[in-house]
C-alpha cells in the first residue's frame, strides 16, 4: 500500500554542523508534508510544513526540500545542537480531510 | 495556559480489563485525534472527531471506543477486545479538519497492560 517512510533509523551529527533527515513516501497524490520533532517521552511537535507547488520552504533553521520527481522530502538542520536531539518524523496528507499519515522516524543524535 | 493534557502519563493494566484515557484541549479546537505509537513504527491514527457529537474510525480501530460529548474532551476507551493494547498513546487537537490545520499533540499516555 502507499506509505511514508525514511532512509536512515539513527544519525549522529556533530553539533554545530549541519543535519539533513531524508524521507521517501510512494504515494504520487500527496499534496502536503509536515515534519515533526519528537523528544523522549514526550507528544510530536509541528516544526514545518511545504505544499506539493512548492520545492522549498525556509524556517527558523530549517528548511524542507521537496522532489516530487523522485518522491523525496528531506529536512535540513543549520548549526546543529544538542537541543535537536530527538526523533524526526516526515508525514503526508493526499486526503480531502485531516488524515496525515506518519513515516516511522529518524533519530538524530548530537554530539557535543 | 493553554493547550492539550492527557493523564495519566503512565498507566498499568491487567489484562482483559477496559481502560480509558483521558484527552483534554483548552484551544477551542473543533477537530482532536488519538493516535497511538509503537517502537519502530510511526504513529497510526486510531479515531477521530472533526466536531463535539461526531467521531470517525482511524487505520487501526478495532479495540477501541472513543466519546465527544464536549468540545474540550476526548475520551478513548481501550477494551479488552484490543489484542496488543501496551503502547503510547498520543491524543491531538488542530482548529479545522483541514489538512493543513496544524495539529498539536499531548504529552502521551504509556499504557501497559500485564
Known amino acids: 500500500g502507499e506509505s511514508v517512510g525514511l532512509h536512515l533509523p539513527t544519525l549522529s551529527v556533530q553539533e554545530g554542523d549541519n543535519s539533513i533527515i531524508n524521507c521517501a513516501y510512494s504515494n504520487s497524490a500527496s499534496d502536503y508534508f509536515i515534519w515533526y520533532k519528537q523528544e523522549s517521552g514526550k507528544g510530536p511537535q509541528f516544526i514545518i510544513d511545504i505544499r506539493s507547488n512548492m520545492d522549498k520552504r525556509q524556517g527558523q533553521r530549517v528548511t524542507v526540500l521537496l522532489n516530487k520527481t523522485v518522491k523525496h522530502l528531506s529536512l535540513q538542520i543549520a548549526a546543529t545542537q544538542p537541543g535537536d536531539s530527538a526523533v524526526y518524523f516526515c508525514?503526508?496528507?493526499?486526503?480531502?480531510?485531516?488524515?496525515?499519515?506518519f513515516g516511522t522516524g529518524t533519530k538524530l543524535q548530537v554530539i557535543p | 495556559d493553554g493547550g492539550i493534557t492527557q493523564s495519566p502519563k503512565y498507566l498499568f493494566r491487567k489484562e482483559g480489563q477496559n481502560v480509558t484515557l483521558s484527552c483534554e484541549q483548552n484551544l477551542n479546537h473543533d477537530a482532536m485525534y488519538w493516535y497511538r505509537q509503537d517502537p519502530g513504527q510511526g504513529l497510526r491514527l486510531i479515531y477521530y472527531?472533526?466536531?463535539?457529537?461526531?467521531?470517525q474510525k482511524g487505520d487501526i480501530a478495532e479495540g477501541y471506543s472513543v466519546s465527544r460529548e464536549k468540545k474540550e474532551s476526548f475520551p478513548l476507551t481501550v477494551t479488552s477486545a484490543q489484542k496488543n493494547p501496551t503502547a503510547f498513546y498520543l491524543c491531538?487537537?488542530?482548529?479545522?479538519?483541514?489538512?493543513?490545520?496544524?495539529?498539536?499533540f499531548g504529552p502521551g499516555t504509556r499504557l501497559t497492560v500485564l
Open positions: 472527531s472533526q466536531i463535539v457529537n461526531d467521531f
Open positions: 491531538a487537537s488542530s482548529i479545522g479538519a483541514r489538512a493543513d490545520n496544524e495539529q498539536f
Open positions: 508525514a503526508e496528507n493526499s486526503g480531502g480531510y485531516q488524515k496525515v499519515t
